[in-house]
């Protein structure tokens, strides 16, 4: 069974430029999520799906930060423009919708803002 | 708000000890705890998952429990080998949600 898989697995921009991760979640997942982790933090959720509907976006810095899932599947996460302080990795990950279902992780995107 | 904490923040043991990592939780109002292994610059591999109604989980060398009452979690590692240096995250799933949260994790250095 494919796992999650992330791309790209490393991107470095210069600030104010755009940039797109995109994630394509386990087979069957309805729950995805895209988590934010800087160095030698814990990861931290920016926004979680159920299906296609964006259900908690609480911590997604909305000036600057978009995703979408289209289709319930696949999903991307944009920024624009990026800024210094976005350098972090960003993993997605998948489940279903269960309480005893493991979250499985991606590989995750190094991003550098320079 | 829940939050997690994991102690102690990094641990080096010589190879063949065994050991213990510490995760509390401050709301007991949880799914379930699972612990995560990171290598580095790599994503998170799951290790166990324990159910809110469960005590303990056990996986080969690994043995974690928990006790939702007082919002602790511990993982066991028996007989460290050099390839266990990783490092280790706890994350409770909330009650009435999906939300996993993370502890800032320990970083275990097992020394040949």
Redesign the interface.
């Known amino acids: 069974e494919a796992g ?1 898989v ?1 791309s790209p697995r490393y991107k470095i921009i210069e600030k104010k430029q755009p940039v797109a991760f995109w994630c394509n979640p386990i087979s069957g997942h309805n ?1 995805l ?1 895209w988590y934010r982790q800087n160095l ?6 920016l926004i ?1 799906y ?1 299906n296609e509907e964006a ?2 976006d609480s911590q997604l810095p909305k000036d600057r930060f978009s995703a979408e899932r289209l289709k319930g599947v696949d999903s991307t996460l944009k920024i624009q423009p990026a800024e210094l302080g976005d350098s972090a990795v960003y ?1 997605c ?1 998948s ?1 279903l ?1 269960a ?2 279902m ?7 995107t ?1 991003l550098t803002v320079v | 708000k829940q939050e997690v904490t994991q102690i102690p923040a990094a641990l080096s043991v010589p190879e063949g000890e065994n050991l213990v990592l510490n995760c509390s939780f401050t709301d007991s109002a949880i799914y379930n705890l699972q612990w995560f292994r990171q290598d580095p610059g790599k994503g998170l591999t799951s290790l166990l998952l324990i159910q809110s109604s469960q005590r303990e989980q056990t996986s080969g060398r690994l043995n974690a429990s928990l006790d939702k009452s007082s919002g602790r979690s511990t993982l066991y590692i028996a007989a460290s080998q050099p390839g266990d240096s990783a490092t280790y995250l706890c994350a409770v799933k909330e009650g009435g949600s999906e939300k996993l949260v993370f502890g800032k994790g320990t970083k275990l250095t097992v020394n040949p």
């Open positions: 999650v992330q729950t999520y030698g933090q814990g990861p931290e959720l979680r159920e259900v908690d993993l990950a489940s919708i309480p005893g493991r979250a499985f992780f991606g590989q995750g190094r």
